[in-house]
């Protein structure tokens, strides 16, 4: 990619609806051929830089480029995107080589030409042999491949999508998950990716913006947003952590600040046990929760905060029946991250990691 030139710039971008803002002052590079994700909250903004970027909206200031293009005042279908959504859209009364083959149909290419392209398309998603039938008959993950094969068969620059595997089931989202990764490298052409999945982002993406309230609150990839979130809502929003305010910093870590620390990077043992980390803290164990290859221990600590470790499972491992009994906790300071103060949005953090009154 040329640095001066990327796939996708947003500049400055805002779109108000009456008194909400809904994106407010994105400014934003996505490089060609990269697989980058928006990641957000219910109402943080993220479908609205999509269906901005495609042309469906109008912002009310800034600018919006593509390939090194102005194309904000440009319609939907003047600019080298093309959008899948999460419903797939797909028209029901067409057969699925016809639904495939519209977007050139649309550009006069004739019928023969474009079966044969549409074709191509659908043995990308693995799906040769079902062009006769007609949407109705398919599974909800093949109608998810003939969206794709629908939206990449005239070949856009870059592909907008939209949660597009919001209404699949877990297993069927998994494998969805892989197949769409390696569509992304066979085509070799940019995927922005809009999801509330946080799992969905850092398993797929080469880049993530997590937004809150219009605005991108960290850039980065999976590795940074995950291991070095730079606020207590990224903290909060992707994966779970446990968050040290000022006081708990100032009585754990003997100075000030928020910080937080991965599940899975504490250890615990029961009282009176070394553990052999640079921090610990005493509490009691409120709840055990067997998580198949891994228990999630929850631990009281007596400073007045409720913590979360997850343990793997092995034989020595602290046990369900040892709930109520005073245990240690501990964790290295490398694995300490500070974070830049600001709010938590307090219903993105997970109950159990939401710090108790110091009083308890
Ligand atoms: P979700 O994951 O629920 O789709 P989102 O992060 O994609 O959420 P947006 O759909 O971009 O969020 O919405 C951002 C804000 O703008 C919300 O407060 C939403 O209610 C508001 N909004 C979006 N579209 C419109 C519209 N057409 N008219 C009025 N308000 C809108």
Do not use: C
Request: aromatic share 6%; proline share 5%.
């Amino acid at each position: 990619m040329a640095a001066d030139r990327p796939a996708i710039r947003l500049t400055g971008l805002t779109k108000t609806f009456g008194a909400v803002n809904a994106v407010d002052g994105v400014d934003l590079d996505i490089a060609e051929g990269e697989f980058f994700s928006m990641l957000g909250p219910s109402g943080s903004g993220k479908t609205t830089v999509l269906r901005l970027i495609a042309g469906f909206e109008q912002p009310t200031s800034g600018t919006v480029s593509l390939f090194g293009q102005d194309v904000t005042e440009r319609a939907p279908f003047d600019r080298d995107v093309n959008t899948v959504f999460q419903d797939y859209a797909l028209f029901p009364h067409m057969s699925v080589l016809d639904n495939v083959a519209y977007g050139l149909r649309v550009r006069g290419m004739p019928r023969r030409e474009r079966h044969a392209l549409a074709r191509e398309a659908l043995a990308t998603v693995r799906l040769e042999g079902y062009g006769d039938r007609k949407p109705g008959q398919l599974s909800g993950g093949q109608r998810q491949r003939v969206a794709l094969a629908r939206a990449t068969v005239v070949r856009p620059k870059a592909l907008l999508l939209d949660e597009p595997l919001g209404a699949l089931d877990l297993k069927l989202r998994e494998q969805m998950q892989v197949e769409l990764k390696e569509l992304q490298r066979e085509l070799g052409i940019t995927f922005i990716f809009v999801t509330h999945d946080q799992e969905e982002a850092l398993t797929l993406s080469d880049r993530i913006a997590v937004f809150n309230e219009g605005r991108i609150e960290q850039l980065g990839s999976p590795a940074e947003i995950y291991d070095k979130p730079v606020s207590p809502f990224v903290a909060a929003f992707v994966g779970t952590s446990n968050i040290l305010d000022d006081t708990l910093s100032r009585l754990v870590l003997g100075r000030g600040g928020i910080h937080s620390v991965r599940p899975e990077k504490m250890s615990i043992g029961r009282e009176g046990t070394a553990i052999h980390t640079d921090r610990e803290a005493a509490g009691v164990l409120a709840e055990v929760i067997y998580v198949g290859s891994s228990t999630r221990l929850i631990v009281d600590l007596d400073i007045g905060t409720r913590v979360t470790v997850l343990e793997q499972n092995d034989a020595d491992r602290v046990g369900e029946d040892e709930r109520g009994s005073r245990v240690q906790v501990g964790w290295d300071e490398r694995d300490t991250v500070a974070l830049a103060a600001g709010p938590v949005a307090s219903d993105d953090l997970p109950p159990l990691t939401r710090p108790e009154p110091a009083t308890r």
